[in-house]
C-alpha cells in the first residue's frame, strides 16, 4: 500500500518564529489532507489539498503531485499552533476513500 | 449546529467484555469512517461505509464490528477478540462517496481495558 512519510517528526519553536512541515508520499494520489490534531485529541482540517496551494491566514499548503510531496507552511507561529500535524491520502488505485496517515509531526511553540 | 459526535469520551471496561463506541453525524453525509489512534502514531482504518446497510473491512478490522442502519448513525463494537483493544478511537464522515470527499472528524472516544 502506500506510504506516508512526514518530517520533521519534532519541532521546537519559539513564538513569532516561521516554519515547514513535509509530507513525502509513495504513490500518486486522489486526495491529501492536512490535520492539527490538539492536545484534546480532535482532528481539525487545515487543507484538502491533492494538488496545487492553498492558504487561510498564517497558514498555507502546497502539493506537487507530480513529485509526490506536500508542504504545510506556518507563518509567525502561536502558542495554540501546538500538536501534532497530520497529513493524510488516499492513494490513486484505492477504489474507496481510505486515508492512510503519516506519523506526524509534533509541533510545540514556546512563549 | 452540524457535526460528528461521539459518545462516550472516555469509556472503562473489564477484560472479556464487548464494548460499543457510539457515532453519530448530522452533516447528510453518505459515508463514515472507523480510525483507531495509538500513542504517538498516526491513525488506523478499522472499518468504512460509503453507503446504508454497506460497509468495507479496513486495515485492521479483526476483533471489531460495525453495523450501518441510518445514515446517521455508525457504531463500532469492540470485541473480547481484539487482541489490543485500548486506544483512542475516532470517528469521520464524507459528504461524498470515493476517494474524493474530504473526511472530517468526531471528538474521539479514549478506551480503556484492563
Not at chain 1, 10 to 35: H, K, P
Not at chain 2, 33 to 53: A, E, H, K, M, T
Amino acid at each position: 500500500g502506500i506510504q506516508v512519510e512526514q518530517s520533521p517528526p519534532d519541532l521546537i519553536l519559539q513564538e513569532g518564529a516561521n516554519s515547514t512541515l513535509r509530507c513525502n508520499f509513495s504513490d500518486s494520489v486522489n486526495n491529501l489532507q492536512w490535520f492539527h490534531q490538539n492536545p484534546w485529541g480532535q482532528l481539525i482540517n487545515l487543507f484538502y489539498i491533492p494538488s496545487g496551494t492553498k492558504q487561510n491566514g498564517r497558514l498555507s499548503a502546497t502539493t506537487v503531485a507530480t513529485e509526490r510531496y506536500s508542504l504545510l507552511y506556518i507563518s509567525s507561529s502561536q502558542t495554540t499552533d501546538s500538536g501534532v500535524y497530520f497529513c493524510a491520502v488516499v492513494a490513486w488505485e484505492t477504489s474507496g476513500s481510505r486515508l492512510t496517515f503519516g506519523e506526524g509531526t509534533q509541533l510545540t511553540v514556546n512563549p | 449546529d452540524g457535526g460528528i459526535t461521539q459518545s462516550p469520551k472516555y469509556l472503562f471496561r473489564k477484560e472479556g467484555q464487548n464494548v460499543t463506541l457510539s457515532c453519530e453525524q448530522n452533516l447528510n453525509h453518505d459515508a463514515m469512517y472507523w480510525y483507531r489512534q495509538d500513542p504517538g502514531q498516526g491513525l488506523r482504518l478499522i472499518y468504512y461505509s460509503q453507503i446504508v446497510n454497506d460497509f468495507q473491512k479496513g486495515d485492521i478490522a479483526e476483533g471489531y464490528s460495525v453495523s450501518r442502519e441510518k445514515k446517521e448513525s455508525f457504531p463500532l463494537t469492540v470485541t473480547s477478540a481484539q487482541k489490543n483493544p485500548t486506544a483512542f478511537y475516532l470517528c469521520a464522515s464524507s459528504g461524498r462517496q470515493g476517494a474524493l470527499g474530504e473526511q472530517y472528524f468526531g471528538p474521539g472516544t479514549r478506551l480503556t481495558v484492563t
